[in-house]
């Protein structure tokens, strides 16, 4: 069970810009409620933020936050709370960070797959976001050509998550709105 105040007062320091005091107040959750996914989660989060706002790199070119940790405990918090979409989408969404492309795809068709398998659980946000990210990154890692083999490989999954994530239940359906007879 979370330890409603010490999360409170994490997430608070996230929303301060204290990435690194949040992650230390969740390291020390993590050490008190090690079956919690929250602390996990939290902490990669907190830890993805500094990352981004930071940089990585301190003054001898080493990485300040081992990028390798950060997706292994979304991976766990996804892991112990497999219904989670935020947390899986998070772990997700990390991996596009760490330019891990087809392990991301993999666990954002698992995210469509929980979609699929419950009324309640709506994933259509996540996966439009899943499309930004990704095409972003095809674009980046091909220098925006499309038209290399990387770039046509991962193209088709993004632009199927971005229907999925404007509502269609599949591509096919999105289809049929744009065939003129």
């Given amino acids: 069970m979370p330890d409603v105040d010490v999360l409170t007062q994490a997430a608070q320091s996230i929303t301060q810009g204290d990435f690194m005091g949040a992650m230390t107040i969740f390291e020390g959750h993590i050490g008190a409620s090690p079956d919690d996914p929250a602390g996990y989660h939290g902490w990669a989060e907190a830890a993805l933020f500094e990352v981004q706002e930071n940089g990585n790199m301190d003054e001898k070119g080493n990485d300040r936050i081992n990028e390798g940790q950060i997706a292994a405990y979304f991976r766990k918090a996804s892991g112990m709370e497999p219904g989670n979409a935020d947390y899986l989408a998070a772990y997700a969404n990390a991996l596009i960070e760490f330019d891990r492309i087809p392990m991301a795809i993999r666990q954002f068709k698992k995210l469509k797959d929980l979609g699929d398998a419950s009324d309640e659980v709506d994933v259509s946000f996540h996966l ?54």
Avoid at 132 to 147: E, G, P, Q, W
Avoid at 157 to 169: K, N
């Fill in 128 to 181: 439009y976001e899943a499309a930004r990210l990704l095409i972003d990154a095809i674009d980046l890692k091909t220098n925006f050509d499309r038209s290399e083999a990387f770039a046509r490989q991962f193209l088709p999954v993004s632009v199927e998550f971005a229907l999925l994530g404007l509502g269609f239940t599949s591509a096919e359906e999105a289809l049929e709105y744009l065939q003129t007879e």
